[in-house]
């Protein structure tokens, strides 16, 4: 099952904007992790954040995690147009062996 | 890193028929698993591929209808079987090891059941 949902479902913004989503989970965790789904293909892995971690940045990317509220947020800062598609944020249910449970996705558009 | 290899990547079917996805990744994994996700939806985990012995499959999903084979650390397969236009679905493979920060996906497989 889910693990639990995503805001928004679909966001659209113009090239140079930043992009925001947000992820909430039900179970405790011991890291969070987010992906990016190009046109309905293959995931590729973004970034991980630790339960012990409250952010965590890679280039443009910002993740912020709230385990008190059982939240996480992706920011997109300065977007691009090739930063158009589907962002899951995602849980481990297996302890280390990445067995995944995703959240619903946001579909992001940015328009040059 | 790993590299997968699921073929095929598209398939148009007829109900009643099967199909057998196959994922083969370029170095040998621990843990090898199928997702399914329906159009315009997030995934869900079909079934870990356990090598040498039978599947777990997660709630929702049995063996009859999504029969996996994992022979080896390198090779898995997932067939739909009698399948239904309700199956149609993109079906991924995703890899990963104890300890990795992150799963490796194949391009998945795109399914059309008319």
């Known amino acids: 099952s889910q693990q639990g949902e995503e805001d928004p479902q679909a966001l659209s913004i113009q090239e140079g904007e930043n992009a925001t989503m947000n992820c909430s989970y039900k179970?405790?965790?011991?890291?969070l992790q987010w992906y990016r789904q190009n046109s309905g293909r293959g995931l590729v892995h973004l970034i991980l954040?630790?339960?012990?971690?409250r952010e965590k940045h890679s280039g443009r990317l910002r993740v912020t995690l709230d385990t008190s509220k059982k939240s996480s947020s992706l920011l997109i800062t300065a977007s691009r147009a090739a930063d158009t598609a589907s962002y899951f944020c995602?849980?481990?249910?297996?302890?280390?062996?990445?067995?995944?449970?995703f959240g619903a996705g946001t579909r992001l558009a940015v328009h040059p | 890193s790993a590299v997968i290899s699921q073929k095929p990547s598209r398939d148009i079917c007829q109900r009643g028929t099967s199909l057998t996805i196959q994922c083969q990744v370029d170095?040998?994994?621990?843990?090898m698993f199928w997702y399914r996700q329906q159009p315009g939806q997030s995934l869900t985990l079909i079934a870990t591929?356990?090598?040498?012995?039978?599947?777990?499959?997660e709630s929702g999903f049995v063996i009859d209808k999504f029969p996996i084979s994992r022979p080896n650390l390198t090779f898995s397969t997932l067939t739909v079987s009698n399948m239904s236009p309700e199956d149609s679905s993109i079906y991924l493979c995703?890899?990963?090891?104890?300890?990795?920060?992150?799963?490796?996906f194949g391009q998945g497989t795109r399914l059309t059941v008319v």
């Open positions: 179970t405790s965790i011991n890291n």
């Open positions: 591929a356990n090598q040498g012995s039978e599947a777990t499959y």
């Open positions: 995703s890899v990963s090891d104890r300890g990795r920060t992150e799963a490796f």
């Open positions: 954040i630790r339960s012990n971690e």
């Open positions: 995602a849980t481990d249910a297996s302890g280390g062996y990445n067995k995944l449970i």
């Open positions: 170095s040998q994994v621990t843990m």
